[in-house]
């Protein structure tokens, strides 16, 4: 499970809206001058607050300091889809027309048209998936169990 603290910003019916801090480990991975969320860090892109809706079955109040979580599997294929479908769409559509004797603006045409297709395949998906429970974050415990404040927030 993948876990961020966070606090409630809202309630709603089943679900909470929680404010999480956006951490980097930049400062310990080994592949610092490398890592593309290390250079948006330096460029000062997006805030680092974050805004996640989370289910829950129990009661929260605004202000409560939750963990809210998600399984690593949701995650691992959430990134197959939007990484691996376009490319694959774009190399399957490139190939085939280059198979076909297609000249170099029709392969390139191939691939973007490819890549395109790609999108709105993992768009579809993903209103699809949206409202399945097993793929959103839940709300696990509060984080004062964790024994350390959210002051940061």
Known sequence: MIEERGRVLSVEPGAVWVQTM???????????????QGLLQRLGSGG????????????????????????????????LWVYLVPLSLLFAAALAVQGLGGSEPQV?????LG?????????WHGLRARHNPQLTPQVLRAASLDGVPLTNL
């Open 22 to 36: 956006r951490s980097s480990t930049c400062g310990n991975c080994a592949a610092k001058a490398g890592c593309g």
């Open 48 to 79: 680092r607050m974050g805004f996640v809706r989370a289910l829950t079955d129990r009661q929260w109040q605004v202000g409560d300091e939750v963990l809210i979580g998600v399984p690593e599997d949701a995650l691992v294929r959430g990134a």
């Open 108 to 112: 390139i045409l191939a691939a973007l």
């Open 115 to 123: 890549l395109s297709a790609g999108f709105v395949l993992v768009r």
